[in-house]
């Protein structure tokens, strides 16, 4: 390696690392979010608007929203299978007591949560116990000593004798803090009770439990239960170990909500950030793309409070009116664009706009009359093609006549800018690419950026990582993401800021195959992707010297195909006909994997919940088996007349 100190080349970025946060995987539900009751406000098993459940399938309600941006009608469908109509809850009994559950929609506790739980508890007079359990998230973490703030709505139809006596339980059955609710219980109201649960020892896979103590019906909603210390000790606050990890690695933005959440399965229940803030238990939850509900605890306002609270620029993404094209697709007609124009310019005001304008006012009525630090705001995720192109011309113009200073970041697709995937935007400040990649490419493709189409906008590379052929994630994961960051520290003119993908994973519900930040309920790690992405940001050059390498071009003899072709497939939306490996000109493999567009359909509709998340799907596993044996040091893969050259 010869370096000529004198020759100064690209500055690097400094604000190349943010972070990337999404609701997937459980990583905010049960994750980063500090709530500790699953399924709280007994809202899981909603159907998400926009669908209607026809034989055990979600299908995309028929509408002016049915239709794909091409036109077509959506054949979308979703298996929509539920194992309990209270998922996280569950009775225990003794003697001859017995407790009887039922959702109800009768005298909600208000109309954005129509749900809560009727328990009927009998027997009790002749003998035995009756409680209702919560196991949380795959457990609760009782630390000793530690303090729990319980809070829930009851109301009873007579008036209820009582007691209800609230606990933590250890897994074997010990209480391990609990408090009394006697004579409280007016007959007709909801009525909030609350109180602290101190712990007298630790459990790591806890439950909480409510006794009841006579006979008769009690209603339930919205069961919370916090730890005392958050990070920052934020009341509705976030698990401290994992936002810590977040803040350690001095991200520079964090751009949430989403990815794939962004988009939802359906346009009406993509994130909507009016119903994500103001009282918890009037928020109405959204459902994740990957297949189950998030309480939005974790809100617009939670997200801006969190940026400031670790230093990092806020980069808000919207939906774009389409739902994820692999799920419904379902697309609003540009007639409803002024509406949803008109929404994130309130969700910018809300941000950013002084606490005397209207939404200004509610973020100071919310606590905070400083506007937050909002910098960057993101059309749509992963969209590209004219139509979107026409759409972001329009979203870009009304957000820089209002806020002439944050940065408006074009979708892309999985693709590079050489894929046209820029062509019809007249002016964007920033394009996001997402590089998902398998082992060795960042290696054999470190001259990437150098050679990237430059233009009147930066590159955000929105999601980045080595996620096939390094299993769940391991050392050579690691340095190929650490050369990938090289890369785009080299061309510090084009890419300005990188993210990687995904954040979190609750290791109970795994959606995504390599994650940066594992945990479970009360354990958390850091993967060394983690550790070379903070190493290379706390270290960060700021100059680029000029650089010779001369190296043997290594011969990489198995390439993992399976991440790679899980992508190429996915990005063209292409059936998998025909696929040629053709090395120097010459094929040397080829199949005949003639799916038909019916059952192309179906697997893309099973992938949406939760069958597997990219480089998993069936036809993933099928392309992989048919390949991995064979060696190519260069190819070529040529799906149904396209060619994807360089794809591994
Ligand atoms: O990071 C996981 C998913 O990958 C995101 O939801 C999506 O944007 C991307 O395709």
């Known amino acids: 390696i010869s370096i000529d100190a004198q020759?100064?080349?690209?500055?690097?970025?400094?604000?190349?690392?943010?972070?990337?946060?999404?609701?997937?995987?459980?990583?905010?539900?049960?994750?980063?979010?500090?709530?500790?009751?699953?399924?709280r406000g007994f809202e899981e098993v909603r159907i998400p608007k926009g669908t209607t459940l026809l034989n055990g399938f979600l299908v995309p309600n028929p509408g002016p929203h049915y239709n794909l941006p091409n036109g077509q009608a959506s054949d979308w469908k979703m298996p929509w299978v539920l194992k309990s109509d209270w998922p996280a809850w569950s009775t225990q009994t003794s003697g001859v007591a017995e407790v009887t559950l039922a959702l109800t929609q009768?005298?909600?506790?208000?109309?954005?949560?129509?749900?809560?739980?009727?328990?009927?508890?009998?027997?009790?007079?002749?003998?035995?116990?009756?409680?209702?359990?919560?196991?949380?998230?795959?457990?609760?973490?009782?630390?000793?000593?530690?303090?729990?703030?319980?809070?829930?709505?009851?109301?009873?139809?007579?008036?209820?004798?009582?007691?209800?006596?609230?606990?933590?339980?250890?897994?074997?059955?010990?209480?391990?803090?609990?408090?009394?609710?006697?004579?409280?219980?007016?007959?007709?109201?909801?009525?909030?009770?609350?109180?602290?649960?101190?712990?007298?020892?630790?459990?790591?896979?806890?439950?909480?439990?409510?006794?009841?103590?006579?006979?008769?019906?009690?209603?339930?909603?919205?069961?919370?239960?916090?730890?005392?210390?958050?990070?920052?000790?934020?009341?509705?606050?976030?698990?401290?170990?994992?936002?810590?990890?977040?803040?350690?690695?001095?991200?520079?933005?964090?751009?949430?909500?989403?990815?794939?959440?962004?988009?939802?399965?359906?346009?009406?229940?993509?994130?909507?950030?009016?119903e994500s803030i103001g009282p918890v238990e009037k928020r109405p939850g959204t459902f994740s793309p990957w297949g189950y509900w998030s309480s939005d605890g974790l809100g617009y306002h939670e997200f801006l409070q969190f940026c400031e609270d670790t230093g990092a620029d806020a980069m808000y993404v919207f939906n774009a009116g389409v739902a994820c094209e692999f799920r419904s697709g379902t697309f609003l007609p540009d007639a409803q664009l002024p509406e949803v124009i008109a929404d994130v310019l309130d969700a910018?005001?809300?941000?950013?706009?002084?606490?005397?304008?209207?939404?200004?006012?509610?973020?100071?009525?919310?606590?905070?009359?400083?506007?937050?630090?909002?910098?960057?705001?993101?059309?749509?995720?992963?969209?590209?093609?004219?139509?979107?192109?026409?759409?972001?011309?329009?979203?870009?113009?009304?957000?820089?006549?209002?806020?002439?200073?944050?940065?408006?970041?074009?979708?892309?697709?999985?693709?590079?800018?050489?894929?046209?995937?820029?062509?019809?935007?007249k002016k964007l400040d920033i394009a996001d690419e997402h590089a998902y990649k398998s082992a060795y490419w960042a290696m054999n493709n470190y001259d990437h950026?150098?050679?990237?189409?430059?233009?009147?906008?930066?590159?955000?590379?929105?999601?980045?990582?080595?996620?096939?052929?390094?299993?769940?994630?391991?050392?050579?994961?690691?340095?190929?993401?650490?050369?990938?960051?090289?890369?785009?520290?080299?061309?510090?003119?084009?890419?300005?800021?990188?993210?990687?993908?995904?954040?979190?994973?609750?290791?109970?519900?795994?959606?995504?195959?390599v994650n940066l930040?594992?945990?479970?309920?009360?354990q958390s790690f850091a993967r060394i992707s983690y550790y070379a992405i903070q190493m290379l940001n706390q270290h960060r050059a700021d100059q680029n010297l000029a650089t010779t390498v001369q190296v043997q071009p290594a011969k990489i003899t198995k390439p993992a195909f399976a991440g790679g072709i899980g992508l190429s497939t996915w990005d063209t939306q292409t059936e998998y006909k025909d696929i040629q490996v053709i090395q120097k000109g010459k094929v040397v493999y080829s199949s005949n994997f003639d799916k038909a567009e019916g059952e192309w359909e179906k697997v893309r509709g099973t992938w949406g919940v939760k069958e597997g998340?990219?480089?998993?799907?069936?036809?993933?596993?099928?392309?992989?088996?048919?390949?991995?044996?064979?060696?190519?040091?260069t190819y070529t893969l040529k799906l149904k007349g396209r060619k994807l050259s360089g794809y591994n």
């Not at 930040?517 to 009360?522: A, Q, Y």
Request: proline share 5%; glycine share 10%.
């Open 7 to 39: 020759k100064r080349e690209k500055k690097v970025s400094p604000t190349l690392h943010g972070i990337f946060f999404e609701e997937i995987s459980h990583g905010g539900e049960g994750g980063l979010y500090g709530e500790l009751i699953q399924n």
């Open 449 to 513: 950026f150098d050679n990237y189409k430059r233009g009147d906008w930066e590159l955000y590379v929105g999601e980045y990582a080595t996620n096939a052929g390094v299993g769940s994630g391991n050392m050579l994961a690691a340095l190929n993401d650490a050369v990938y960051i090289l890369a785009m520290e080299r061309n510090g003119d084009l890419v300005t800021m990188s993210s990687y993908a995904p954040l979190l994973v609750n290791t109970n519900d795994v959606d995504w195959p």
């Open 106 to 274: 009768e005298k909600p506790l208000n109309e954005a949560t129509p749900n809560s739980l009727k328990v009927t508890v009998s027997g009790l007079e002749k003998s035995g116990k009756a409680s209702l359990v919560n196991e949380g998230f795959w457990g609760i973490k009782v630390d000793q000593g530690k303090t729990y703030k319980l809070s829930f709505y009851a109301r009873t139809e007579k008036k209820y004798k009582g007691p209800l006596t609230v606990s933590l339980q250890s897994e074997d059955g010990n209480t391990l803090g609990s408090h009394v609710f006697i004579n409280s219980f007016k007959a007709g109201e909801w009525q909030k009770l609350s109180c602290d649960l101190v712990a007298n020892a630790a459990d790591s896979k806890a439950k909480f439990v409510i006794n009841f103590g006579s006979t008769g019906t009690v209603f339930l909603d919205f069961v919370s239960l916090f730890p005392a210390e958050t990070f920052k000790n934020r009341e509705n606050g976030l698990r401290p170990d994992l936002a810590q990890y977040l803040a350690d690695l001095k991200p520079s933005f964090i751009r949430w909500p989403g990815g794939c959440f962004v988009e939802g399965i359906t346009v009406e229940s993509a994130p909507n950030w009016k």
């Open 348 to 425: 910018l005001e809300y941000a950013v706009g002084p606490a005397t304008s209207k939404w200004g006012k509610v973020r100071a009525a919310n606590g905070h009359p400083a506007p937050f630090p909002l910098k960057y705001v993101e059309v749509g995720n992963e969209q590209h093609g004219p139509w979107y192109a026409n759409r972001f011309n329009l979203f870009y113009d009304a957000i820089k006549a209002k806020y002439p200073d944050l940065k408006v970041i074009a979708s892309m697709g999985i693709a590079d800018v050489n894929r046209h995937t820029l062509d019809g935007m």
């Open 613 to 633: 998340a990219l480089g998993q799907t069936a036809e993933g596993a099928q392309l992989f088996a048919m390949l991995k044996d064979k060696s190519y040091d």
């Open 517 to 522: 930040i594992n945990f479970n309920n009360s």
